[in-house]
């Protein structure tokens, strides 16, 4: 590999990068253009404890280059050299080291600030490592450290929930990630939708804490202020794919200065931001705003192969605060002595600030909780405790969904009172047997659509956190999967079987104790079968308006082979397969056989037809070929096919391809 190009104030000797890359190009493939070039022949390197910030005008490369050193970038060719710790970074490994906090704040809005933390600790933290107790008091600390102490028992909010604010938010987040182990921290906008102090606030904590833990730190940032750039270690400017800046970041005004471009503007990001964009509002601006970046961009490269750059008597940054009367200040000759004052704290006590009394808060208690960055991978825990958190979690999440809860009682109700009193206790003349034949049809189709369909709809609405918690290896899918699916049953068995056993007594099927525990397993199967498809459907169809279409036409279609609507034994050859593969014609091959076996009807001169005994209404419904044991097994088969297809389709359709070097 040829040697690394030299960097501005490159640390020599004691520390080592933890991440370096090396001649990166990033190519994608676009409509009618060829092959565009995104990323050209950057390079650079980050050391423990720095906070970097990757900064460029809009369309610059800026989140391409993060998710590249992430290894979160998909599609396109990817050319060129990274090294984590000095090796090639193996990518189970990587992920589970790397801290990634997203732009969009994925969320479960129903679970209060410490929940969704003790979830992440108890999740990510290796139990061979950290007691319970431990991750508890992490939790806590991290919750003291981002502020967040005093809403720890506010639900995050969303969708008809209130909850915490846009910055709250944005820090739960971050000590999300912050709970772990990480040994990179990386942060995709992360003052993206938030007010200025707060996001001053949210990259002061995100330094204190890179600085307190030696941890590395990444962050995109589109136009921070000239606070928030003081906070910065290292800046990395990107106009159109191509380094302009790679260096200390108190040290770029003067690097720019220094080739002809002194600072216009009082806040340095401005400045950074104006020399790097191509004017398009005329073509004269255009192409000289062309020519400087592209002088920019030589003059950067030229740098690198040896030049220098003067020692500044000053900080820069200060010093362009300073004289244009902006509030940042330094205690020190260097930018670790940082300290902030927003508008508001400037008006307090004089010599004390929000920020620095947090810092000192900070330095106490990461001492006692938070371990220094580790280069090494955690351990997952075991399958079983994976399951156990999961579960409590999706549990709770179930059990705070008001609309699902409510819904399957509300649906579980109003079938039972129709039908029960539509198929009012039930005679053994010639009418019952079409009011039979209806009651366990319509049973049979109160277990598949009102379950599904809700189910579905829960399980597609959570699959933004999903793909985050994978992302990151958080846990096995199996372990997921399992949780999920049990998460759901208690609400939805419990209420089904109400709703079974109501319908059972008011319409007066057989009483009999076996029938009956026949008829509750069926349920139970159909129920589970139900379950089974919602999951599949949420897999593989990746947008939810389109399975809100897809699952009922399909379960619709799958109806029309249950027995009821067509005779079993006299569908089209081509098609009867497929009632083979269909829930709907187990359970009421099953519902059929059970109710109407060993039943005798009663027939009247006035009866055009009569069947005399259950068994010929069986017969002439062609629901015999199956016997009913055989029909709950099916059905459960088919239920864990469902699963089955839902897994795979999660762990290699669904998953995310990321380039990797
Ligand atoms: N897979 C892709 N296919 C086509 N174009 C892409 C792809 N990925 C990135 N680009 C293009 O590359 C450029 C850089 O994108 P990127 O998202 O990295 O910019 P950015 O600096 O983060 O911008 P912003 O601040 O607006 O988010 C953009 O013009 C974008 O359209």
């Given at each position: 590999m040829a040697t690394q190009p030299k960097e501005i104030g490159e640390k020599a000797g004691s520390a080592s990068p933890v991440l370096s890359w090396d001649n990166l190009n990033y190519d994608?493939?676009?409509?009618?253009?060829?092959?565009?070039?995104?990323?050209?022949?950057?390079?650079?390197?980050?050391?423990?404890?720095?906070l970097v910030a990757i900064m460029g005008s809009s369309g610059a490369g800026k989140t391409t280059l993060l998710n590249t050193l992430s290894g979160r970038l998909q599609g396109g060719r990817l050319y060129g050299d990274i090294k984590f710790n000095g090796a090639k970074r193996v990518p189970h490994d990587?992920?589970?080291?790397?801290?990634?906090?997203?732009?969009?704040?994925?969320?479960?809005?129903?679970?209060?600030?410490?929940e969704t933390l003790m979830a992440s600790a108890r999740l990510r933290l290796p139990n061979s490592k950290y007691t319970d107790a431990d991750k508890r008091e992490r939790v806590e600390t991290v919750m003291r450290q981002l502020r967040l102490s005093h809403i720890a028992d506010?639900?995050?909010?969303?969708?008809?929930?209130?909850?915490?604010?846009?910055?709250?938010?944005?820090?739960?987040?971050?000590?999300?990630?912050?709970?772990?182990?990480?040994?990179?921290?990386?942060?995709?906008?992360?003052?993206?939708?938030l007010d200025s102090s707060s996001a001053e606030m949210v990259v002061?904590?995100?330094?204190?804490?890179?600085?307190?833990?030696?941890?590395?730190?990444?962050?995109?940032?589109?136009?921070?202020?000239?606070?928030?750039?003081?906070?910065?270690?290292?800046?990395?400017?990107l106009a159109q794919g191509k380094m302009v800046y790679m260096g200390p970041a108190d040290q770029a005004l003067r690097y720019f200065e220094q080739l002809g471009y002194p600072s216009t503007n009082s806040?340095?990001?401005?400045?950074?931001?104006?020399?790097?964009?191509?004017?398009?509002s005329s073509s004269a601006a255009m192409s000289e705003s062309e020519a400087r970046v592209q002088h920019l961009v030589g003059a950067f490269a030229e740098f690198r192969q040896g030049g220098v750059i003067e020692a500044l008597p000053s900080n820069s940054f200060a010093s362009a605060a300073t004289t244009t009367g902006g509030n940042v200040e330094y205690s020190g000759n260097n930018s670790t002595n940082l300290s902030i004052k927003t508008g508001s704290e400037k008006t307090g006590a004089s010599g004390s600030?929000?920020?620095?009394?947090?810092?000192?808060?900070?330095?106490?208690?990461?001492?006692?909780?938070?371990?220094?960055?580790?280069?090494?991978?955690?351990?997952?825990?075991?399958?079983?405790?994976?399951?156990?958190?999961?579960?409590?979690?999706?549990?709770?999440?179930?059990?705070?969904?008001?609309?699902?809860?409510?819904?399957?009682?509300?649906?579980?109700?109003?079938?039972?009172?129709?039908?029960?009193?539509?198929?009012?206790?039930?005679?053994?003349?010639?009418?019952?047997?079409?009011?039979?034949?209806?009651?366990?049809?319509?049973?049979?189709?109160?277990?598949?659509?009102?379950?599904a369909i809700p189910t579905m709809t829960v399980i597609m609405s959570g699959r933004g956190v999903l793909l985050r918690e994978r992302s990151s290896g958080t846990y096995r899918m199996?372990?997921?999967?399992?949780?999920?699916?049990?998460?759901?049953?208690?609400?939805?068995?419990?209420?089904?079987?109400?709703?079974?056993?109501?319908?059972?007594?008011?319409?007066?099927?057989?009483?009999?104790?076996?029938?009956?525990?026949?008829?509750?397993?069926?349920?139970?199967?159909?129920?589970?079968?139900?379950?089974?498809?919602?999951?599949?459907?949420?897999?593989?169809?990746?947008?939810?308006?389109?399975?809100?279409?897809?699952?009922?036409?399909?379960?619709?279609?799958?109806?029309?082979?249950?027995?009821?609507?067509?005779?079993?034994?006299?569908?089209?050859?081509?098609?009867?397969?497929?009632?083979?593969?269909?829930?709907?014609?187990?359970?009421?091959?099953?519902?059929?056989?059970?109710?109407?076996?060993?039943?005798?009807?009663?027939?009247?001169p006035s009866d055009v037809s009569c069947y005399d005994t259950g068994k010929s209404v069986i017969e002439a419904y062609g629901l015999n070929s199956v016997p009913i044991w055989l029909t709950i097994i099916l059905n459960l088969v088919l239920g864990i096919g469902f699963y089955a297809i839902a897994y795979g389709a999660v762990r290699w359709i669904a998953k995310p391809r990321y380039l990797w070097l």
């Open positions: 994608v493939k676009t409509k009618g253009h060829g092959v565009r070039r995104i990323l050209h022949d950057l390079s650079g390197s980050i050391y423990p404890g720095e990587f992920k589970r080291m790397l801290a990634y906090v997203e732009q969009d704040d994925l969320l479960h809005g129903a679970l209060t600030v410490e506010t639900p995050i909010g969303g969708q008809g929930i209130r909850g915490v604010s846009g910055g709250e938010r944005k820090r739960v987040s971050i000590g999300m990630e912050l709970v772990t182990d990480p040994s990179i921290l990386v942060l995709d906008e992360p003052s993206s939708g002061a904590l995100t330094k204190e804490m890179a600085h307190a833990r030696n941890l590395c730190t990444l962050m995109t940032i589109h136009q921070p202020s000239a606070e928030m750039v003081a906070q910065f270690d290292k800046l990395i400017l806040n340095p990001a401005n400045f950074f931001i104006d020399l790097m964009t191509i004017d398009f600030n929000s920020y620095s009394d947090h810092s000192n808060v900070l330095k106490d208690i990461t001492h006692e909780a938070v371990a220094l960055a580790t280069y090494e991978v955690p351990p997952l825990n075991s399958w079983f405790s994976e399951v156990l958190v999961l579960l409590k979690r999706d549990w709770d999440l179930c059990i705070r969904n008001r609309p699902l809860v409510y819904g399957f009682l509300g649906q579980c109700l109003v079938m039972l009172l129709f039908q029960g009193f539509v198929f009012f206790q039930l005679k053994t003349n010639q009418a019952s047997v079409q009011n039979r034949i209806g009651a366990l049809f319509s049973l049979v189709v109160q277990c598949t659509f009102p379950v199996s372990s997921y999967f399992v949780a999920r699916a049990l998460s759901f049953f208690p609400i939805v068995y419990s209420l089904y079987y109400v709703m079974y056993t109501g319908m059972y007594f008011i319409a007066h099927l057989q009483y009999d104790a076996g029938k009956y525990f026949i008829g509750l397993a069926i349920v139970s199967v159909v129920v589970f079968a139900s379950l089974g498809y919602a999951f599949a459907m949420a897999m593989i169809v990746s947008r939810m308006e389109v399975a809100h279409i897809i699952t009922p036409v399909s379960l619709a279609t799958f109806m029309l082979f249950a027995g009821n609507m067509s005779n079993a034994s006299a569908i089209t050859p081509v098609l009867r397969w497929i009632k083979y593969v269909c829930i709907f014609y187990y359970a009421y091959s099953g519902f059929v056989q059970n109710e109407f076996g060993g039943l005798e009807f009663t027939c009247s």
